[in-house]
């Protein structure tokens, strides 16, 4: 009863969304990959900006402190 009723939902929205079950899951993966990769590149950004700081302050402190 339970498995049918399950099937039953499935059918249904896949004739209100246009979409098998299938279907659907392979947008939901993709619009998944697509938000990792967004993410994964910000924060890539962040460590690229905060290695480029952290480099920018250790020469300002080489060049001031080192007598020359």
Same mark, same amino acid.
């Given at each position: 009863?339970?498995?049918?009723?399950? /099937? +039953?939902? *499935?059918?249904?929205?896949? *004739?209100?969304?246009?979409?098998?079950?299938?279907? %659907? /899951?392979?947008?939901? *993966? !993709?619009?998944? /990959?697509?938000? %990792?990769?967004? !993410? %994964?590149?910000?924060?890539?950004? +962040? %460590?690229?900006? !905060?290695?480029?700081?952290?480099?920018? &302050?250790?020469?300002?402190? &080489?060049?001031?402190?080192?007598?020359?």
């Amino acid at each position: 009863e339970i498995d049918r009723l399950h /099937k +039953n939902q *499935v059918q249904q929205l896949e *004739v209100i969304s246009s979409l098998s079950a299938e279907e %659907a /899951k392979e947008q939901l *993966v !993709e619009s998944l /990959k697509g938000e %990792a990769k967004n !993410e %994964a590149m910000a924060y890539i950004q +962040n %460590a690229l900006e !905060e290695a480029k700081l952290t480099a920018l &302050v250790s020469l300002i402190t &080489v060049t001031f402190t080192c007598p020359g």
